[in-house]
């Protein structure tokens, strides 16, 4: 038996305790339970500080058991399975009432589920063989973790396990896809762009990123660090951040590569990303960066691009984002 295989086979046995187990995917480390033990899943929601009504994705190990933790599957959550899984898309289907406790969907007669693409996760999945109810790992509100040490960090003595795959890969979270309806409607941008759900299903996709029916994670204040985070133009970015270093605060910058160069000096330039792909990947740490760095408020240049990892990274920046003060 390997290390990983022990720590996964403690893993799946608490998950089997009905306790919890943070691991590793692609997209950002989750805090699981058992989806079929309501119990472990209302102990989830109290250590995540979650509103019970907001539904948690259940994760699982292959496309198979789309049929058995979703009934009423239609075609098209199999053509996207197909394509995405293992991946970051999140399917929304029919909910299986034995297999997925409501608990799990604060009440919802649909379930998110997804096959996350990491070996730790996959190996946790596959000998646990059910469902794990896993939102991301952090206490609700705050932004989420993308290490182990972020876990530890936020959840403390509160998670036992605490499984170990390194930096997450992708670093935002998955698309959510809901083919429960007439026509097919995305609920979050995340790792898998609109572009190619839409090309695998041949048909438009309805946009329902906000408001009461979207999804609860599409809160207008949502992954925020302590630090006012706000958008700005790059060409914009010097005389609002001198405007602010007037007021005597500390200011941060995250931008792509090359930043804007003509920055005053106190202004703290957080290391940039080259590309889209680096700034999803790397966005999340950033903000705690933010934090760990005592800055007041940290300016944000969003990445160009309107589909795909660039809408999810705008997307996640927005929400993270404090109305701006004059
Ligand atoms: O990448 C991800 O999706 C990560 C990793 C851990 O898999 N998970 C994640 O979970 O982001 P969480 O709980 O932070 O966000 C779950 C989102 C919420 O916005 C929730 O409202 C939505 O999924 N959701 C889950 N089940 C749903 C359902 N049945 N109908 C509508 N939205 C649902
Ligand atoms: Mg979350």
Redesign the pocket.
């Known amino acids: 038996m390997t290390d990983t295989s022990r720590v996964v086979a403690r893993a799946v046995d608490a998950l089997r305790a009905g306790e919890l187990v943070a691991f590793p ?1 692609e ?4 805090l699981g339970a058992d989806a079929a033990n309501a119990d472990a899943v209302r102990r989830l929601y109290l250590v995540k500080g ?1 509103p019970p009504r ?4 259940v ?1 699982i190990a292959r496309s198979d058991q789309l049929d058995e933790l979703g009934r009423d599957v239609p075609d098209d959550a199999r053509l996207l399975a197909d394509a995405f899984w293992p991946g ?1 898309l ?1 399917i ?1 289907v029919r ?1 299986d009432h034995a297999r997925v406790v409501p608990e799990v ?1 604060g009440g ?1 007669d ?3 589920l ?1 096959v ?1 693409d990491h070996p730790v996760a996959l190996e946790l999945l596959e000998s646990f063989g059910g469902g794990v109810a ?4 952090n206490r609700f509100g705050r932004v ?1 973790p993308t290490t182990a040490a972020h876990v530890r960090a936020d959840l403390g003595d509160d998670v036992r396990i605490v499984l170990d795959g390194g930096a997450c890969r992708v670093g ?3 698309t ?1 896809v ?1 083919v429960t309806g007439a026509e097919p409607a995305i ?2 941008v ?2 898998v762009s609109r572009g190619e759900v839409e090309r695998v299903i041949g048909r438009v996709c309805a946009s329902r990123t906000s408001g009461e029916a ?5 809160l207008a204040s949502h992954y925020a660090p302590r630090a006012e985070v706000e958008l700005v133009d790059a060409a914009a970015a010097a005389a609002r951040a001198a405007v602010i270093l007037a007021r005597s605060e500390r200011v941060g910058l995250l931008a792509s590569a090359p930043v804007p160069a003509d920055l005053p000096a106190p202004v703290v330039v957080l290391t940039a990303p080259h590309d889209t792909e680096e700034y999803a990947r790397v966005l999340y740490s950033r903000l705690r960066e933010a934090d760990d760095l005592g800055l007041d408020v940290l300016l944000v240049v969003s990445p160009s691009g309107s589909d795909g990892l660039g809408a999810a990274v705008a997307d996640r920046v927005r929400r993270a984002a404090h109305p701006a003060r004059p």
């Open positions: 995917t997209t950002v480390y989750g979650r907001h539904p948690v994705i994760h970051p999140t929304v909910r969907t919802l649909t379930v998110g997804r996350p896993a939102p991301s790992a989420s935002v979270e998955s959510i809901d609920l979050r995340g790792g979207a999804a609860p994670g599409t």
